[in-house]
Structures are given as C-alpha cells and as structure tokens.
C-alpha cells in the first residue's frame, strides 16, 4: 500500500512537472524501459535502432537534445553521459502538442519553450548564439536528402536568413560592422519562420523517437 501511494504520488509530481497525463507518463515509461533495455537510464546509443530517426537528417542533432543539460534544466552548457526516466519526460514535454485548454498566456509559454529547445538545438556550442557557421550546419544537414539541392544553394539560404536577422535586429549595420549571431531574444524577434527552410524544416523534423 505504502509503494502504491508513493508510485501514486511520484506520477501526480511528473504530471505537474511535464503537463502529461497519467495515462502518457505511463505508455511513455513503457517506451523507455524498450529504448533503455529494460535499464534505470538511457545513452546516445540507445537511440541507434529507433526507425523514426534512422532517416531523419538532424537525428544527430535530436538524440544530442535529450542529452543537452540546458534542456534537462540542469545548467547551461555541457552534455549528460545517460538521462533517467525523468530527465526523458522532460525531453518529450518539448514535443507535446499545445493543448487546447490552455490560455493565450499559456500557449504563448509553450510556444517559447518548444522554440527554446530549438535554439538549442541550433547553438551547438552552447555560447548563446547561433553563429552563421552554426545556421548554415544545420540547413546543409536538412537539405542534404534533396538531390536537387547542392550544397552552395544550401548556404545561400542560410546566409540570406542571417543577413534578414541581422538586418532585423540590429539595423543599418556599419560597414565594418559584424553581426556576432542570434540570441534566443533575436530568434524571438526574428521570429522562428522567417529563419526561412532551417527552421521551419527543423521543427518538422523534430519529432520525439515514440
């Protein structure tokens, strides 16, 4: 009895942490106990058979999420070697609809969160930025399925979005002047679709491995 309440209460503390139902929590820890083996925690090889990311073209980018401390909220740089069940709740919150109950202020708090793991997931190195070399990584890595697509062309967007940025956020720019890269402010400003194919084929792509 005294395990069936704590169980009980553990689920109610995960349902107010993540926003899923008791119901998801428990289909989602029957997904993990598959991808970990049966295990307490999960690592990034873990995540090597899962079809719907084999052909995914930022699977790498997607497993390296789940793994980014600042999208476990557990600091501001660097990656964790294994995440628990928790930690995996926490990843896949990122991926959960917008629920239609919820208010304007609401809505608008998950869409900034769902674009903050994007940011993220652009800002590889953590800095706070999205440098041009950072944008055009992950544009290359999106349309590098598409044959019709060379890898120039693919720069080109990139490049033509983060001139849009900059003259977005910044303004009439000196001549000498250099644009350093996004902020997660700037990629608010900017707002994620007018990014161009990068993002808006990112969040496409960015589906969690259930």
Not at 37 to 62: A, C, H, M, W, Y
Request: aromatic content about 8%.
């Amino acid at each position: 009895m005294g395990a069936a309440h704590s169980a009980s209460e553990e689920v109610r503390e995960l349902e107010g942490k993540t926003g899923f139902s008791s119901d998801q929590i428990e289909q989602l820890h029957r997904r993990f106990k598959q991808l970990s083996g049966d295990q307490p925690t999960i690592r990034k090889e873990n995540f090597n058979n899962v079809p719907d990311l084999e052909l995914n073209p930022i699977r790498s980018k997607i497993v390296r999420a789940f793994f980014d401390n600042r999208n476990l909220r557990k600091g501001t740089s660097g990656l964790a070697d294994e995440i628990n069940f928790e930690d995996f709740l926490t990843i896949m919150s990122y991926f959960r609809p917008i629920d239609t109950t919820m208010d304007e202020e609401q809505v608008q708090l998950c869409r900034k969160e769902k674009l903050r793991f994007l940011f993220h997931m652009y800002d590889s190195d953590s800095d706070g930025r999205i440098t041009l070399e950072e944008y055009r990584n992950v544009v290359e890595e999106l349309l590098s399925g598409n044959p019709h697509i060379e890898k120039e062309s693919a720069r080109s967007i990139a490049d033509g979005a983060m001139m849009e940025a900059a003259s977005v956020c910044v303004g009439q720019m000196e001549p000498d002047q250099v644009y350093e890269g996004i902020t997660f402010d700037d990629f608010l400003k900017v707002g994620a679709w007018e990014l161009g194919v990068g993002t808006g084929a990112a969040l496409g792509a960015c589906r969690g491995p259930c």
